[in-house]
Every structure is written in structure tokens, then in C-alpha cells.
């Protein structure tokens, strides 16, 4: 890629009259500009410039380097994929840009007054000597001062933009890398490119490695070496889910990306020799054969630690005698109507008795069941009110406490409870986006007597952590969940290596309760995760269906099978179509597509906003895609929008987008857009943690990397009242008899397992003194 420059063949030089549209997030910007010069002769010199592009300003001239091309909609534009800030050089451009917005408190006369006392080179002449300003008559030091620093940024921004184009990078991560070392870019991006790997996620090997060798850091300089180690680290974790890495593995990986294209060969001893350096530096953990990411080494002990530390508590407990326990239980089943199981009765009492519990199932084997006579078991035992009412304006905390990992699972259980719940995240007093900060924490931990998570599985290495350290030393946890189900988003899987470890005990639902007349969706469920599929669906049934069709008739067959609901009176909020990859015609990006078109069309009655490849309409139905804990949103969340309101309409003076998510408004600006997604269809990784009254799913052989039996099992288990497949049987099958699990490399077990052993030998080492 060449920097834009006049010989390049297509390129326009203008000054930006008026910002259409600008997302600080994604960059994207559509702008008028009056063009002044260009590649090509123009007949209308006002043109709309489309692209990518950092902080454009009104009245700067710029250049930017494309093509013209015409849209459907919005006609002729051009298509810039590089811009640059041209410097002013005339007299009249000089004093144009010193009295932008960019320069507050400048007015047209002091920018005249800069350009008469400093002459046409005003700009480099500042640069190199910012005392000249004092020369300028009236203009105050602290203006002088940010006009001396502005140019300076100008100038960062500029060179750094520029180096970066040459090197082939967009302007996106290039001002990624700005944001992250401003001035120092330049110098660290040529001392060590490889730094921003470790820096600037969206950096991988790669992109660096192309500076590098631009730089002459090739072969087997330790930097490069160390960059490609952490890269292939950062990968196991992030996109594999593993905690640790082998080192065996690590190095061989790294060799392979080290000698890809650049024909060096590269010694697997020099990279170990990094492999040392790097852990001396603190940038890695290396235990024996097994490499970490510190943070995630850090929150296995981390949890660990405080699991002990809260199963070693458990003297404090109250002790209550069988027949005082067998009583409460009795009450409260005649209350709820129901006689507990033996296994469900076990979870009830385990639960009154360790300071931890795990208490696992599968659809419909009464885990809310037991929840609920948990609370009211305890309610008896201690005496004390389970009423949220009861303690209004007190002092004294609700004492139970309820939390699950997406908004959606909290709202589940507080509806099947009556008590309240929240997200994880807002339990812990989460602040911020991206990197931010959590207030609970082991100086300032959760007030309340039981705690009740759901959906556990979800649940990463990294949250663990900090819910672990932010439980008090008296509080009961229990931990619910089921372990057929996929393992968390992020790295780890907490909860089977919590059940597999022993250290914390665990009772297991097996028997189905929830089955009325006909259904088979649980029963399908159980099957799926037994590996016992059934040749076919009883196609009588009244909740589960299978529609066959080859890959390519997916989206119609989706389509027709909601067009069928729709008649029944079913609409978007009611139906979740579940698929496990985003691209190609099964996809989940077509098949939104298809389904806004079916449930939402275009209508003169609905409003409209462009956004990317999508439009947002009013009643579309769409999912959070991060973690908004200001507006109490979650990732997962599912909202409609409800309305969009115009610039003029609103009192910031821009457009407005209103969803509702359950009944809770959230307003979003047009940058905001860039945190949702349509969610007629999602994946099934995103659904997990939520259920849905019907459920369609397409299974494929084309999604062949996914057909996993976990995965399946996930998205069949979404389902609450109707349950309808399409696609192929066989595929299905696959899926069920596949033992093509994920395995996660995780260390967690193993110390929970030590924890514990040390703990026996303890004891018993006391026991032999006594
Ligand atoms: N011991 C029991 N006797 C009779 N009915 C029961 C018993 N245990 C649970 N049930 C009933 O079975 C149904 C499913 O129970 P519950 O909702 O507690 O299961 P769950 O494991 O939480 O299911 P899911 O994960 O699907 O929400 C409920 O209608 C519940 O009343």
C-alpha cells in the first residue's frame, strides 16, 4: 500500500464542509467535501467521501485516495481506504486551519495575526521553536500553548498514520497503536515493533512480524522470537480456552510462525531461550512443562486459595439435628405441594451444611425445586424473614443472595424464585467497559448469608477468581449448573474441574420431573447427552419436529417454518433460531437477514438507521454484544428497539436509538450501534444462559467443525415449549457420537486436588498428636 500522494492514480483533495456521520468506535465516516483538486476532472466538485477515518474535522483539507462508486441508495460516492490532513500551504488555508474547531479560543484574527508575524511557514516554524509564538500580539501563553500542542498531535497522528499505511495497515489499528503509545509511537513502533503484540489486541505476530523485518529484525532476534511465544500463548487462551499451554507445544507452534514465509530456520533452543527470558521478565509463567498468561495462572491459585479458605469455615456453620431439618422440609413441601426426591432432599441438606455445594443437572431434574426449598429450609432453620419486603429501610442485608452470568439467567431465576437477582458482574460492583474494575472484591466482599449462582458453567477462570476472593469466610455458596453443557466463553472450565476435583461436595440430579403429556423435548435433551439418539422424532409429537433439507435450503426452510408460527400467532420475541457458525447460507449473518425481512420489513410506519452492512429498524429485535453495566445491560441481553428518534427530535442534537430490554430502556447513539447485533438468529454460544418458548435449529453437515455434542446439547436444552429442527439426520448423529469434545488444558483440578491432599495429611498429622 503507498501513502496517497498526487501521482497515485485516484485520489480527491478537498476541505471537509459538513460531517454526515462519524462512529469513534469503528471509524466509519460518510462526509461532504468540496473537492479542489483530484486525479480525475470533476463535474460536481461536492462529493461524498465514505470511509474509514480519525477525528475528520470541518473546514480541514484533506486527501484521500479511492475510487468513486455508485451506492443503491445514496447514489455516487467515493470509497476512500487512506486519508491524509494536508498542511495548509496557501496563506488563506493556514489561517482556514489555525481558526478550526480544532484550535478552540482562535478566532479568524489571531490566526491572521499568527500568519502575519510568522510568515507562510508559521506551522514548522512553531513546531521547531514553540516560543515564537510569544511574538504574536495578544494571544494569551495557554492558547499558545495548546496551539503548540495540537500542531504537535497533528504531526503524531500524522507521521504515525502515514508509517503505518506504508507498513499495510488500516487505518483502524493504526489508530489503535496511536491511542496506545501517542507520542512515543514512532519510537517504540521502530525500536520494537513486537511490543504490540503484547499491547494492542487485534496485533497479532504477523502484523508486527511486517514491521520487524521492514526494521531488519529478522531471523532469530530475541524480540521477534518473544513475540511470536506470547502470541501463540495469547491464542491457546483466548481462542482455545486453555489456561496453560505445553511448552513443547508453544515452541513448536512459534517455529512454524516464525519460518512461515520469511524461509529462516529457526532454532527451537533459541526460542526457549526467550521462552526463560520471558518468564524472568514476568510476562509469562513456565511451572515444569506447562506455560501461563500470569493472569490466568494467578486466578487459578487465586481460586484455590479462597476455595480452601471458605471450605475451611465451616466449624462456624450452624449445626442442625436430622429430625429439626427433617421437620422444616416437611412444612415446606406441604407448602409447595411436592414430595423431594431422595437425591433432591441430599441437595437441600448439603446445602445447609458445607460452606460450598455444587448442585448439577439437566433439564427438568428439579434444580429450581431444590433451590426454592433450599430458601425456605433455611428460612426455618435460622428464623429469619425470606421476604424482601421485610427489609426495606433496615439495616441488616437480604440474606440470600442470587447471581447469574448473563441477564437473562438472572431474570430466570428471580421469576422461578420471587427474590431478586442480578448479573455476576453488577453483584460485583463492576465498573466500566472492556478493562474495567470490579468494587467486590477480598477488602470489600458481598454482604448476605447464601449465595446462589446459576449457571456456573458459564462462568470463567477470570471471573471465578474475583467471585471467589469476594465471598465472606461465613457466607454459603451454591453453585448451580449443568456440566453437559459447553464450557465458558473465556479461558478455563471452572465448574467441571470444581466437580471433578472432589473438593467441593456435589449433588447430581438425574431423574427428569418436568415431563407433561407429549413432550419430548426434555427427553430428546437426555438422549443427545446420553449419545443415544433416536433413529427419528416421533413426528407426532407435539413439541419436537425435524424438517429434512440439504444445506443450501436451510434459510427457506427456517423461513417457512416461522412464517408457520407467525400464523399461529407467535412472533419475533417468542422465536430463537440457533446456529453455530456466522458465515455462508446457514449461516447466522444470512439467516438474519432473511428473518428481519420476515419479521420486520421495510415500512414506510417504521423508521430506519443505516449502520454498516445492516439496518436498525423500529421493532427489530436485537442482542447486546458487551457489557454495559451503566445501563445495567449485559452480553447476551436480548432488546427491541422501539424507537429511533432524528437530530432534531432529541435535545443532544442526535439521532436516538431506543431499546427496550424487558421492559428496561436503554438509549443508544449511532456509535453505540456498533454493541448489538440482530438477534433473530445468533449463535449458540450466545444463547447459552437464556431459554426461549420455541427454538429452531438447523444442523447441517456443513457446519461439520461444530457438530459437537455439547453444543448441540446446549442449543436443543434453549428450548421451553417447541423444539424444531431442520436440515440433516445424519449430521445430528454425527454431532451425538462424536467424542470430539474440547478438551481444555486447565490446572485447576490438579490444585484443588493438592488442596486438599494437604489438607488430609493435616489432619491427620493432628489426628496422630492427639
Ligand atoms: N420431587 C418432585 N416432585 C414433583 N415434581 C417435581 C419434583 N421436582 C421437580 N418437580 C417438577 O419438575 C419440573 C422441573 O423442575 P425444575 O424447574 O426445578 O427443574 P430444573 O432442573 O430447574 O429445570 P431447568 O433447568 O429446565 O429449569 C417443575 O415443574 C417441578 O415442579
Redesign the pocket.
Known amino acids: 500500500m503507498t501513502q496517497p500522494n498526487e501521482e497515485s492514480k485516484d485520489y480527491i483533495k478537498g476541505e471537509l464542509l459538513h460531517l454526515i456521520f462519524h462512529n469513534e468506535e469503528s471509524l466509519y465516516t460518510v462526509a461532504k467535501i468540496r473537492v479542489n483538486q483530484s486525479s480525475e476532472k470533476l463535474e460536481d466538485k461536492e462529493v461524498t467521501v465514505v470511509g474509514m477515518m480519525t477525528e475528520p474535522e470541518k473546514d480541514v483539507t484533506y486527501m484521500f485516495t479511492g475510487q468513486f462508486s455508485d451506492h443503491p441508495r445514496f447514489g455516487r460516492q467515493y470509497k476512500f481506504d487512506q486519508f491524509q490532513k494536508v498542511i495548509p500551504e496557501t496563506e488563506q488555508g493556514i489561517i482556514l486551519y489555525l481558526s478550526s474547531d480544532r484550535f478552540p479560543g482562535i478566532g479568524k484574527k489571531t490566526a491572521e495575526m499568527i500568519v502575519n508575524e510568522l510568515g507562510i511557514n508559521c506551522i514548522s516554524v512553531i513546531l521547531e521553536n514553540p516560543s515564537v509564538l510569544e511574538s504574536v500580539p495578544k494571544l494569551k501563553q495557554e492558547k499558545a500553548s495548546h496551539v503548540y500542542k495540537t500542531l504537535l498531535e497533528d504531526q503524531g497522528i500524522e507521521q504515525v498514520l502515514l508509517k503505518l499505511y506504508k507498513y499495510g495497515f488500516g487505518i483502524q489499528l493504526a489508530m489503535k497503536v496511536y491511542k496506545a503509545y501517542q507520542v512515543e509511537a514512532l519510537e517504540i513502533i521502530s525500536s520494537n515493533p513486537y511490543k504490540m503484540v503484547e499491547d494492542i489486541e487485534g496485533i497479532g505476530f504477523a502484523k508486527a512480524d511486517l514491521i520487524g523485518k521492514k526494521q531488519g529484525l529478522t531471523g532469530n532476534h530475541p524480540d521477534r522470537l518473544k513475540a511470536a511465544v506470547l502470541f501463540v500463548l495469547q491464542e491457546q487462551s483466548l481462542s482455545e480456552g486453555h489456561v496453560f499451554a505445553l511448552n513443547e507445544t508453544v515452541v513448536s507452534e512459534a517455529k512454524m510462525l516464525l519460518e512461515k514465509d520469511s524461509g529462516d530456520e529457526i532454532s527451537p533452543l533459541d526460542i526457549a531461550d526467550q521462552v526463560i527470558a520471558l518468564g524472568e521478565e514476568g510476562k509469562i509463567i513456565v511451572e515444569k512443562e506447562k506455560m501461563y498468561l500470569p493472569s490466568l495462572y494467578f486466578a487459578e491459585q487465586g481460586i484455590a486459595t479462597n476455595l480452601n479458605r471458605l471450605m475451611a469455615s465451616k466449624n462456624e456453620l450452624d449445626e442442625y439435628p436430622e429430625s429439626e431439618f427433617l421437620k422444616a422440609l416437611g412444612e415446606v413441601e406441604e407448602e409447595l405441594g ?4 431422595p437425591s ?1 432432599k441430599e441437595g437441600i441438606q448439603e446445602a445447609l451444611h458445607s460452606p460450598l455445594m455444587i448442585l448439577t ?10 433451590i426454592k426449598g433450599l430458601i425456605e429450609v433455611f428460612a426455618i432453620l435460622k428464623g429469619v424473614s425470606v421476604s424482601p419486603d421485610d427489609y426495606k429501610n433496615k439495616k441488616k442485608p437480604f440474606p440470600i443472595v442470587m447471581a447469574a452470568p448473563t441477564g437473562r439467567a438472572a431474570k430466570r431465576m428471580s421469576e ?1 424464585t420471587g427474590l431478586p437477582s442480578s448479573t455476576i458482574h453488577r453483584m460485583l460492583g463492576y465498573k466500566g467497559e472492556g478493562n474495567g474494575y470490579f468494587e467486590k472484591d477480598e477488602d470489600e466482599q458481598i454482604d448476605g448469608d447464601v449465595l446462589i449462582i446459576d449457571e456456573m458453567s458459564m462462568v470463567d477462570t477470570w471471573l471465578a477468581n474475583q467471585l471467589f476472593k469476594a465471598v465472606p469466610d461465613n457466607m454459603q455458596v451454591i453453585f448451580v449448573g ?1 456440566e453437559d453443557q459447553l464450557p465458558s466463553v473465556g479461558p478455563g472450565q471452572v465448574f467441571s474441574d470444581l466437580l471433578e476435583s472432589g473438593a467441593v461436595p456435589a449433588v447430581r ?1 438425574t431423574d427428569i ?2 415431563q407433561s403429556e407429549g413432550s419430548k423435548i426434555i427427553e430428546f435433551s437426555h438422549q443427545i447427552k446420553d449419545g443415544e439418539l433416536p433413529a427419528s422424532v416421533d413426528q407426532q409429537s407435539r413439541d419436537l419436529r425435524f424438517f429434512p433439507c440439504g444445506p443450501d435450503k436451510v434459510p427457506e426452510a427456517v423461513k417457512q417454518i416461522c412464517e408457520r408460527a407467525m400464523t399461529k400467532g407467535f412472533t419475533a420475541r417468542d422465536i430463537q433460531v440457533l446456529a453455530p457458525m456466522y458465515r455462508g447460507v446457514a449461516g447466522v449473518e444470512n439467516l438474519n437477514d432473511i428473518l428481519q425481512t420476515l419479521f420486520n420489513p421495510k415500512s414506510d410506519q417504521r423508521r430506519e438507521v443505516p449502520f454498516g452492512n445492516v439496518v436498525y429498524r423500529t421493532g427489530d429485535m436485537v442482542l447486546q454484544l458487551v457489557n454495559n453495566p451503566e445501563d445495567n445491560v449485559f452480553n447476551g441481553d436480548r432488546g427491541e428497539i422501539v424507537s429511533i428518534k432524528t437530530e432534531r427530535e432529541t435535545s443532544e442534537k442526535q439521532l436516538e436509538i431506543i431499546i427496550s430490554f424487558d421492559g428496561l430502556e436503554v438509549t443508544y447513539t449511532k456509535p453505540d450501534l456498533t454493541q448489538i447485533t440482530h438477534a433473530y438468529c445468533c449463535s449458540i454460544h450466545k444463547s447459552q444462559g437464556s431459554e426461549f418458548p420455541i427454538v429452531i435449529m438447523p444442523v447441517v453437515k456443513s457446519y461439520y467443525r461444530m457438530l459437537r455434542k455439547k453444543l448441540i446439547y446446549t442449543g436443543v ?1 434453549r428450548a421451553k415449549n417447541f423444539l424444531l429442527l431442520c436440515g440433516d439426520w445424519k449430521a445430528l448423529e454425527i454431532a451425538v457420537e462424536s467424542n470430539r469434545e474440547e478438551i481444555r488444558q486447565t490446572t485447576l483440578k490438579e490444585k484443588l486436588i493438592n488442596g486438599l491432599e494437604k489438607e488430609n495429611t493435616n489432619e491427620s498429622a493432628g489426628a496422630a498428636k492427639d
Open positions: 411436592i414430595s423431594y426426591a433432591q443437572g439437566g433439564p427438568g431434574t428439579g434444580k429450581t425445586t431444590v422461578s449443568d440430579l420431573y418436568r436444552t
